[in-house]
């Protein structure tokens, strides 16, 4: 039987990164979304990697997506971060916008943090609010289609718990203790690039999701078929419109901006929780 190229392509990619940075062994990794690339100079950084030198890596063509891999300490614990992230919007197959997960599960990554820049559904959020994810719904294909990679988990993984409830409790607790603001609901993921039309709002908040954005959702699907405990964090960077009326338009740079002033209380919020993953109070 030949061999599974994408297999090939994420032991390719893992094995370069863990020879390159000396077998350094991350437990927790980070994906770093539009505008929130900041939280990376908070790591005592072993390794800064640009994804264009990794073998078999895409690489980022957004705005606000530094595109380095770094290698370090947060909160004295080993992590690997993704200073911006793959979209399906930006042109690449499933297979690859969810590759880094495979291979940060190669290298022994056991939890997962995602963050990202989204639209305000929910009428009592306002521009600038963090979002605990607490579900999602998944309006892009799913990334598991295809051929299952039985090394990484099985054929129909169970998504009761798409985001770990042990990390949601944890996150109120070290919110708490810094004086952060937390907002709690579902993130809807759609493949972009557009915004959306004031009846997609309409219809998206009816379904019962709280906030919306063009990524993440594949990425915590991979993730768990891999076996990794999730947390997200969604910037509420603008509030989706629902009227056609409405004379304010979604702005890419506003987004990014936006995303940029919460990048501080993010920090701190992440570096809580993942000191107490690496001191293994969780």
Known sequence: MAA??????????????SARSGGFKPIAGIILGSGLGKLAESIEAVDVIPYSEIPSFPVSTVTGHKGNLILGYLGGCPVIAMQGRFHYYEGYPMEMVTLPERVMA????????????????????RVGDLMVITDHINM???PLIGPNLDAFGERFP?????????LLALSDRIAAGEGIALRHGVYLGTSGPTYETPAEVRFYTLAGADAVGMSTV???????????RVFGVSVITNISNADISCSVLNDGD???????????????LFTGMISAIGKREI
């Open 218 to 228: 594949p990425e915590v699907i991979v993730a768990r078929h891999c076996g990794m």
């Open 106 to 125: 190669t290298l022994g990554v056991e939890y997962l943090f995602v963050s990202n820049a989204a639209g305000g559904l929910n009428r009592t959020f």
């Open 254 to 268: 506003d987004v990014v901006k936006t995303a940029d002033a919460a990048a501080d209380r993010m920090t701190r």
């Open 4 to 17: 599974d190229k994408r297999m090939e392509r994420i032991e390719q990619a893992a094995d370069w990164i």
């Open 140 to 142: 892009m294909p799913n």
């Open 158 to 166: 169970d998504m009761t718990h798409p985001y770990d409830e042990s």
